[in-house]
């Protein structure tokens, strides 16, 4: 199994509600890491691109920098727990990347730091 990992930053302001009582929005300088797995290589000896996942990493957490995510769109409904970050830039890189990626790799985790031992990873069902 080969393995190769992406990381990204930014720096965003979060309120989350916790048992019915919203916290003060605060800001965190956040760390994403995303993981892609796979058995084999391409023809090249890839499992993947970096440059290929780097730059789509880059946009999706691009809209979240020096803002508040809980006026995303995806939040505005949801708290933007860690978790809940890590589960939507894993749907957002399956929707913009997954099928470049197929079939030598797939996405295996994405994991958001969002304080100094502070991380949520979200994994995806394997297809």
């Known amino acids: ?10 720096s965003a302001a979060h309120a989350l ?3 019915g009582i919203k916290e003060p929005v605060h800001g965190h300088n956040w760390h994403v890491t995303v993981t892609l797995v796979g058995d ?3 023809d090249d000896g890839l499992l993947c691109d970096f440059h290929t996942v780097e730059g789509t990493l880059h ?3 691009e809209v979240f ?6 006026d995303h769109a995806a939040f505005r409904e949801n708290n933007p727990s860690a978790e809940r970050v890590a589960e939507y830039i894993a749907g957002e890189l399956d929707q913009r990347i997954a099928p470049t990626l197929a ?7 994405v994991t958001v730091t969002e304080a100094p031992r502070c991380t949520a990873t979200y994994r995806p069902i394997a297809r």
Do not use: G
Not at 1 to 10: K, L, N, S
Not at 103 to 109: C, E, G, N, Q, V
């Open 40 to 42: 084999e290589l391409d």
């Open 59 to 61: 946009a999706i957490v």
């Open 1 to 10: 199994m080969f393995e190769i990992t992406v990381e990204a930053d930014f």
């Open 65 to 70: 920098n020096n803002q508040n995510i809980n």
């Open 103 to 109: 079939p030598h790799a797939r996405l295996a985790a």
């Open 17 to 19: 509600t916790v048992a």
